[in-house]
């Protein structure tokens, strides 16, 4: 490859028409594309019409928005919702953790009204959810209401990590004790998918 | 000022150290040849040295150093917001402006004084245009400028080091913004001045006495800030930011050769 | 600040409307809505101004105290702002939520007020490098409706202008300096503000900028040019605030409508305090109760 | 206190009143604009600004908030330059602070509370010139200030301080008669009920005499009703005329 060029914030790359698109790290701004990022030059051409864009070596900014796949840590549980910290956006982490929210009605899709949110997260857990909204100043809104939205890593009361034997309970391998989770089905490929 | 109650005081009586140094005669600004103090040129900006990534735990910093006025910036961000606010759609900046306490010719407090919070203000209405705050809803960049040495611009040189920071934490920017001031004096302009060029009003002198900060946006040619202080006449001021304008024009390179190093070598070190 | 809620609908019809030079409420761009100014409104202070602008209104009392003089100007007095967000004004301001406003303010009046020619401070020394006059100036806002620069510092004229201090006279006396204060209270020093500053904010509204922005205006408006205007023309402090921009070229028609503006504003209020000063003894009442 | 006579032989104080006058009472309601309510009144050279918002949501943490009724408050503070001596700071200090309390306590007695539960009721009261009785004309602002925000009350709240000098009783004190280190009685009441709703009373006095006092401030109370009755109806009349009701 040869040697990229370098561009920084303003300065204008190309301009704008029917076959030329701004992508990442650029904005348009009077028929012209400029870089708002720091980093290299990309163009990806299309079928017909080529996507500029400026892509950085290192990690660029980066916060939950809707729908996309999060993974928690649940800090807090009471009956109507649990509070979690959101430690990773997608497959990428996060350097300083967001505020999550899971409300009770949140937490699956069929009989929301039954949920136990004791018999569904418990602090320590580590879980997958969407993101349903912004939410309030405080949190994320989000949800597990999918099959393979839930907890998947959790401890037992004696500190082992269990293994998930149905989609609402998790066995502990030291004491072959049952414990109440939201589990997810975990599918590398879904949430894969979900990624791009 | 605020000070900090719980340190302890001299007693009651006792007079600053301060009072007994010598009230220095103000000097003339520049000798006959029209060369200044440090043998500059009326129009001559003091050499600039620019580096990012000097801050290994922030997302992003950089140093920046005129001669005598080094200043280093770091970037946090985008983060959750701690502090119980409103909920807002657009991502929101946080700018802390401090001098160290040795960093001018007498000491400075550990609390932020009034001009810091001022600065800290100007600051961040200098870079919140540039930054697109869409792309971080409700979470914020912190943005903290330590001004390590103080021999004047230090606002301008804040606001290109904190500018570069911020490219360099990849937060997305319709521009870089950079920064430049000068001192007036009668119809002369003496580019970034030094400590001992700022205006004070200490300084009895004829009109046009004072000091203009600009902060520029190159490429969109806007610009995001602008301060004054001292009596200056309207058609000087229009002189003066003009000129501020177009040395603003003249960093860009300067920052966008020191970003394209650091990017190069990140790249380098990657592969 | 206080805000104020506005709809897209409401904010293009405030935008065309400066651009064609007409404002919601009827004004020109470069028009001061009605401004009334009272004097001598408190009998504690050594002077007070009390002005309303439409709906904002803000009251400031000068206290003039006999202090030490700060060694780096031992032959000058000092002047010394305070501003005070008043919860009456709205209720965000309770406790210490007005804080960062006021210190917007007073740092702005404090180098509004940073040159020589703005105030004669060697006026105010008593005895060199001991004892001098210090202006503490007292700002308490009590209304807010927009433009709180402008009509702080043209309450704060106003109170300066009012402001007597007493005379007195010194004696020195084997080493001793005595201070004696005059008996006859009407034998006072008065501040000459006559190159005193007035702010004038310049609101950007779309491509067009407006004098003395309403809330609604204010609400529009991303970015504001500050600027602090003398009777001769020049400026003695100037910022720029908000989180807009502007064009280099915009900047230089702002600062031809700022020193238009500035000066007739400055003129019109050094008439006002003249007139009512000289109308001082006719007038009985003050403050709400006219 | 030597030198200064408070009350002549010819029952005359200092300012010229007679021991049983009040200082001379200017109010008007209706001030502002943006506030719910707001009044201003003078006592003499005590000038008091008063503001009321509410009743509204409950401001800042939920958990301040009571279910069976409103939350009162209250912020007193005064202007820098209203004393003699320059104040460093308007409000934050004990003075203030107990000041606050007092005209909490004294309103939370007065106002309807129960009709807006979980709801508040700012009063902001600012002092811009003081000359004794503060707390009093305080109170006496914020009555009118609440009247004109159409807060149910359960009567109007006159507060009116009294002393007692060459044994007799003397009604609504100035400064000077306040510092001059005699007994200080303020009551607060709700004159039609003949309700006490604030009572606070420092320095030494025989207990003989605080029925005279008492009776004396009670009196002041009912004297100020007076007055503020008169404005408000005067007021009410104004803007009924105004927004042709009549």
């Not at chain 3, 740092?107 to 004892?131: F, H, T």
Request: proline share 3%; glycine share 6%.
């Amino acid at each position: 490859m040869a040697a990229p060029s370098v561009c920084v914030p303003g300065q204008r790359l190309c301009g704008k028409d029917s076959n030329v698109q701004p992508g990442r790290g650029t904005y348009e701004r009077n028929g012209f594309i400029y870089a708002s990022l720091t980093g290299c030059l990309m163009t990806e051409k299309g079928e017909d019409m080529t996507l500029v864009e400026v892509v950085r070596s290192t990690e660029t900014t980066l916060v939950p928005s809707v729908d996309c796949l999060v993974t928690a840590r649940v800090t807090n549980v009471n009956p109507r919702f649990c509070k979690c910290n959101i430690i990773k956006v997608g497959s990428k982490p996060l350097t300083d953790s967001f505020r999550g929210m899971i409300r009770k009605e949140d937490v699956r899709s069929t009989e929301k009204d039954k949920v136990e949110m004791y018999k569904c997260f418990r602090p320590g857990d580590i879980v997958i959810a969407r993101v349903i909204s912004l939410g309030d100043a405080q949190s994320y809104l989000l949800t597990t209401a999918e099959n393979e939205l839930g907890v998947v890593l959790a401890t037992s009361e004696e500190g082992v990590t269990m293994v998930p034997v149905s989609w609402c309970k998790m066995r502990c391998p030291k004491t072959l004790n049952d414990e109440f989770r939201k589990v997810a089905k975990v599918q590398p490929s879904f949430i894969e998918q979900c990624d791009t | 000022m605020p000070t900090d109650t719980r340190r302890i005081t001299g007693p009651e009586s006792s007079v600053s150290p301060y009072s007994f140094c010598k009230i220095q005669e103000p000097q003339p600004l520049f000798n006959s040849q029209d060369l200044r103090k440090d043998g500059r040129k009326c129009d001559q900006v003091r050499p600039i040295f620019l580096k990012t990534g000097v801050v290994s735990k922030a997302q992003g910093s950089a140093y920046l150093e005129q001669d005598g006025t080094k200043v280093i910036c770091a970037v946090y961000g985008p983060r959750a917001v701690i502090k119980k606010e409103e909920f807002s759609m657009k991502g929101q900046l946080r700018c802390d402006f401090k001098y160290t306490t040795f960093s001018c010719k007498y000491r400075r407090q550990y609390q932020q004084d009034n001009e810091e919070k001022d600065y800290s203000v100007q600051l961040l209405e200098a870079l919140e245009p540039a930054v697109l705050l869409h792309k971080f809803p409700k979470a914020q960049v912190n943005i903290y400028v330590t001004v390590l040495q103080n021999d004047g611009s230090a606002l301008a040189a804040s606001i290109t080091c904190s500018s570069v920071a911020l490219c360099d934490a990849g937060i997305e920017m319709y521009d870089l913004v950079t920064g430049c001031s000068t001192r007036l004096a009668g119809d002369r302009l003496l580019l970034d001045p030094c400590k001992h060029e700022e205006y004070s009003s200490k300084e009895h002198s004829e009109v046009n006495n004072g000091s203009v900060t600009v902060g520029l946006m190159p490429s969109l040619n806007q610009i995001s800030a602008v301060t004054s202080s001292g009596e200056i006449q309207f058609e000087h001021l229009k002189k003066a930011i003009n000129k501020c304008s177009e040395i603003c024009v003249q960093l860009y390179p300067v920052c966008q050769q020191s970003l394209s190093k650091s990017v190069k070598e990140n790249i380098k070190e990657n592969t | 600040m206080v805000d104020v809620q506005l709809s897209d609908a409401e904010k293009t019809y405030i935008i065309h409307g400066a651009q064609d030079n007409l404002r919601e409420d009827g004004r020109g761009c470069e028009d001061y809505r009605h401004l009334e100014i009272e004097t001598s409104v408190v009998s504690t202070t050594s002077g007070s101004a009390k002005i309303r602008l439409a709906n904002t209104e803000i009251l400031v009392g000068v206290k003039v105290e006999l202090g030490e003089t700060s060694p780096e100007n031992p032959d000058k007095g000092r002047i010394e702002f305070f501003v005070d967000c008043s919860a009456n004004a709205t209720p965000e301001f309770e406790g210490r939520g007005g804080e960062d406003l006021a210190n917007e303010i007073s740092n702005m009046l404090a180098r509004a007020y940073d040159c020589p020619s703005c105030l004669d401070m060697r006026k105010l020394c008593v005895v060199e490098g001991k004892k001098c006059w210090i202006v503490y100036v007292d700002v308490l806002l009590l209304e807010c409706g927009g433009s709180l620069f402008d009509a702080s510092s043209i309450a704060v004229k106003a109170a300066l202008y009012n402001t007597s201090i007493p005379r007195l006279t010194v004696t020195h006396d084997e080493g001793h300096t005595e201070l004696e204060l005059s008996d006859d209270p009407y034998d006072v020093q008065r501040l000459d503000v006559y190159n005193s500053p007035c702010i004038v904010t310049l609101s950007k509204i779309g491509h067009s900028h407006v004098v003395d922005a309403s809330q609604k205006e204010e609400a529009c408006c991303l970015a504001r040019l500050m600027l602090a205007v003398t009777d001769k023309g020049c400026v003695t402090a100037m910022k720029k605030e908000g989180s807009g921009s502007f064009d280099v070229s915009s900047i230089e028609d702002m600062l031809e409508t700022g020193k238009k503006v500035g000066q007739s504003l400055n003129k019109s209020l050094m008439e006002v305090l003249v007139s009512e000063d000289r109308n001082m003894k006719k007038k009985y009442m003050t403050g709400y109760l006219r | 206190m030597a030198g200064i006579e408070l009350l002549s032989d010819q029952g005359f104080r200092v300012d010229g009143r007679k021991a049983n006058e009040l200082r001379r009472i200017q109010c008007r309601l209706g001030v502002f604009t943006q506030a719910d309510g707001s009044a201003y009144i003078e006592q003499g050279n005590t000038k008091i600004l008063a503001a009321v918002y509410g009743p509204h949501e409950i401001r800042g943490s939920r958990s301040k908030a009571l279910h069976d009724k409103v939350l009162v408050n209250c912020q007193y503070s005064m202007a820098t330059f209203s004393t003699g001596e320059r104040k460093r700071r308007p409000r934050g200090d004990r003075k203030s602070k107990e000041m606050t309390m007092h005209l909490q306590q004294t309103f939370d007695a007065a106002i309807l509370t129960s009709l807006y539960p979980r709801s508040q009721i700012d009063i902001f009261v600012e002092v811009l010139q003081s000359d004794g009785g503060n707390y009093c004309a305080s109170v006496n602002a914020a009555t009118l200030a609440l009247i004109d925000a159409g807060i149910p009350l359960k009567d109007y709240v006159c507060a009116c301080s009294a002393s007692f000098v060459n044994d007799k009783p003397i009604m609504d004190i100035s400064y000077l008669e306040e510092s001059s280190g005699g007994a200080e009685l303020i009551v607060a009441t709700l004159p039609k009920s003949e309700q006490i709703v604030f009572l606070e009373m420092n320095s030494r006095l025989h207990e003989d005499n605080l029925s005279h006092v008492l009776d004396m401030a009670v009196k002041g109370c009912k004297d100020i009703h007076d007055v503020l009755d008169q404005a408000v109806r005067e007021h009410v009349g104004e803007v009924a005329a105004i927004s042709g009701l009549e």
